[in-house]
């Protein structure tokens, strides 16, 4: 069993910045791809950015120059620095851990993110 625990999210003004931090149970990167997905009301859930097993980081476009995905393997903690939010970044923020050789997806419970003034 895995589990997740984001943390980091808040309340910031438009312009501003947050990190959020992914905390795994134990030591998966080597075995699964790490995702931040968010979740604002009334919506689907979306993927925003993710880390592949071998390092190399995907990002939607509507994050793509403001949002880095990176990960501290010793900690094993994913973080994804968000710069440059906006109203519409405003969302509950998940953190999920895919094992390609299970086919098995763990979820964090999520932390809020508020944009706004």
């Known amino acids: 069993q895995v589990h997740l625990v984001e943390s980091g999210g808040g309340l910031v003004q438009p312009g501003g910045s947050l990190r959020l931090a992914c905390a795994a149970s134990g030591s998966i990167f080597s075995a699964s791809d790490i995702g931040w997905y968010r979740q604002a009301p009334g919506k689907q859930r979306e993927l925003v950015a993710r880390m592949t097993r071998d390092g190399r980081r995907n990002y939607v476009d509507f994050v793509k120059g403001r949002f880095t995905i990176s990960r501290d393997g010793a900690k094993n903690t994913v973080y994804l620095q968000m710069n440059s939010l906006k109203p519409e970044d405003t969302a509950v923020y998940y953190c999920?851990?895919?094992?390609?050789?299970?086919?098995?997806?763990?979820w964090g419970q999520g932390t809020q993110v508020t944009v706004s003034s």
């Open positions: 999920n851990a895919h094992f390609w050789l299970t086919n098995d997806d763990y």
